[in-house]
């Protein structure tokens, strides 16, 4: 039998010791997860995101085999949330879940954010969509939409509405509604959807907006009474409710939906597997019915379609505010 000639022996032993260094990093790296999954939500306990949130974390800790635990972290128009993070470690083991006016609102109107969704955040999945609706109490004066844009218009400023801090979802959606039906609205800042909820249905504030699932509690106590949908057409979940586009509304549209995000540079494993458990999550009858039941829409759009979910979003918000002359900072 020929011996090998040295050439040979040497690539045989440099490739042996090359194989020999990478060996214990890749036995080095642990499986993920290796523990509890911290889902950061950058509002109260009680909303539409929140409950959103606790429906999907439940199916995801089962597929994943880990606590997938709900931390609450409300304030700055949900900036405080999403810098926790933004600058958490990249391991996958802090998640971000929230709505739309973290990913499209906050980057489209406020000037001094304090993060940028594209560069500080690995976005993963739409998983999602919840109407936005326009309530009033059930004991006051306010019939229709009509009657309450009649008063903002003999007294500007008059009618006040909910919001969850300056440059909100709700803030915006108050100030486009304001500016397409030329009235002035007076914004009122609540912590989030639960406590908003209660000060519209005690008539503390005119009218709140909000998505449905936050509401509904209200809603089927008769203690709040849904003005308009905030769409083009009516919802099928309200199929009763005038929607914006039939009440020469659509230049104050809104749209409202959540995703999942992590921290910049999460590792691509992570992320597949992460991506590969909400589609599975996503597509469980129960977790469809669950969030149908909350007036939500399922959805599972990955991070190329989100991502053309928010440039469609930040450009229409922006041009949308530049026409009004709306300055949220």
Do not use: C
């Not at 309200?238 to 590792?267: C, H, I, K, R, T």
């Not at 007036?295 to 991502?307: C, D, K, V």
């Amino acid at each position: 039998m020929p011996y090998p000639s040295r050439r040979s022996a040497l690539r045989t032993a440099a490739a042996t010791l090359a194989a020999a260094a990478v060996w214990p990093a890749v036995q080095a790296q642990p499986a993920w997860p290796s523990k509890p999954i911290k889902l950061v939500v950058p509002f109260p306990p009680g909303g539409g995101t929140d409950l959103a949130a606790r429906i999907i974390a439940e199916r995801l800790a089962a597929r994943l085999g880990q606590p997938v635990v709900i931390d609450n972290k409300p304030g700055a128009s949900t900036a405080i949330g999403v810098v926790t993070v933004s600058s958490a470690d990249p391991d996958g083991h802090t998640l971000l879940f929230s709505g739309s006016s973290s990913y499209t609102v906050n980057p489209a109107v406020r000037r001094k954010l304090g993060y940028d969704p594209y560069k500080q955040l690995s976005l993963l999945a739409l998983v999602a969509r919840a109407p936005l609706v326009l309530v009033t109490s059930a004991s006051g004066p306010h019939k229709t939409l009509k009657d309450v844009m009649a008063k903002a218009a003999a007294r500007p400023k008059s009618v006040s509405y909910t919001t969850f801090g300056t440059g909100s979802a709700p803030h915006l959606a108050g100030e486009l509604l304001a500016h397409a039906t030329g009235t002035q609205l007076s914004p009122i800042p609540y912590k989030g959807s639960a406590e908003a909820s209660i000060g519209v249905a005690r008539g503390d504030v005119d009218l709140g907006i909000d998505t449905m699932a936050a509401v509904n509690p209200l809603l089927q106590s008769g203690k709040l009474r849904v003005l308009a949908v905030i769409s083009e057409k009516r919802s099928t979940l309200m199929p009763n409710v005038p929607a914006y586009g039939e009440l020469q509304l659509s230049s104050a549209l809104l749209d409202a939906w959540y995703a999942v995000a992590g921290p910049p540079a999460m590792a691509a494993a992570v992320r597949d597997k992460l991506l590969a458990a909400l589609g599975a999550v996503m597509a469980e009858p129960e977790v469809r019915k669950k969030l149908m039941l909350q007036s939500m829409e399922p959805a599972m759009l990955g991070p190329q379609a989100l991502r053309e979910v928010m440039d469609s979003e930040i450009a229409r918000y922006r041009a949308l505010v530049a026409r009004a002359g709306i300055i949220l900072d």
